[in-house]
């Protein structure tokens, strides 16, 4: 962990785009809440194969209008180079200084992957086109991704995103801190020298957090999951249960020196409110 204390701590919180009116209303004030605490940034989750992307625009818009720094999530998936760079110039127009880039999922029904395979393409596409301009954030897996063939190709592949030009990592969420901290080790050993930020998803929902986890491929160790199956529809005791997990995590890791904290708030201040309130910070 020796080479992450040397980072400054940063806090970023997560959105995505609403679907709804009710839902943007919703926003603001959660936008409201969470910047009291004055995050480096937001950001923006973009839609498979582009389909939020006015949404993803439009949030962003939104966050900065209210005085603060958006991220846009910007995934190259089923795309082309000439719509990568539209995109790209619209941000550098509206004062965008931050991307998360990824390479996203190719959403059912779609065929064709588009002009880019793999994040790292996207990253060194990114530098071409626009230089030093952006703060590029790419993705990275503690506990490796679904698809990789092995955990040291998967290693592999993250130091190619980091050499085609990334500024630093936020990784996919884990409950288990030592897979991030072996994790940072490894990269140590390769050589990769960037703050990898690690991702926190607040425990709110049982069943949406278990699909998600199949789905993403985050562990959610046993006892927590035995724990959340036995509280059924009892929310509070899931809510409080899940503050006191989530809090001794992060706490766990920035004891150890992790360079700050993403969290993903699904669009709810409250259980990011409480869990920044049980760090004190
Ligand atoms: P990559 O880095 O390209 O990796 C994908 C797979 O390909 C891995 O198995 C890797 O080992 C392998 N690989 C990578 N490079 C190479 C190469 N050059 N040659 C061979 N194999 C390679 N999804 C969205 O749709 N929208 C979002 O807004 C979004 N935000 C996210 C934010 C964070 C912080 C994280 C952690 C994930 C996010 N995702 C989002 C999910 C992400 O798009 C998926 O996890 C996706 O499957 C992989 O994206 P990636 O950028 O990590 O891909």
Redesign the pocket.
Known sequence: MESQKKFPQQFSFEFFPPKSPEGTDKLRGVLQQLGALQPKYFSV????GGSTQQGTFDTVQAIQQAGFKAAP?L?CIGSTRENIRTILAEYQQAGIARI?T????MPSGMQEAGEFR???ELVEFIRAETGDHFHIE??AYPEF?P??PSAQ??LR?FK??VEAGASSA???YFFNPDAYFHFVEDCEELGIDLPIVP?IMPITNYTQLARFSDM?GAEIPRWIRKRLEGYGDDRDAIRSFGEDVVSELCHALLEAGAPGLHFYTMNQAKPTLAIWKRLGL
Do not use: E, P, Y
């Open positions: 989750t973009f839609g498979a999530h995934s998360v990824l390479r996203g999922d793999h994040a790292n790419v993705a991704h698809q990789a190709t998967d592949n190619r995103k936020i990784t996919q991702g993403c």
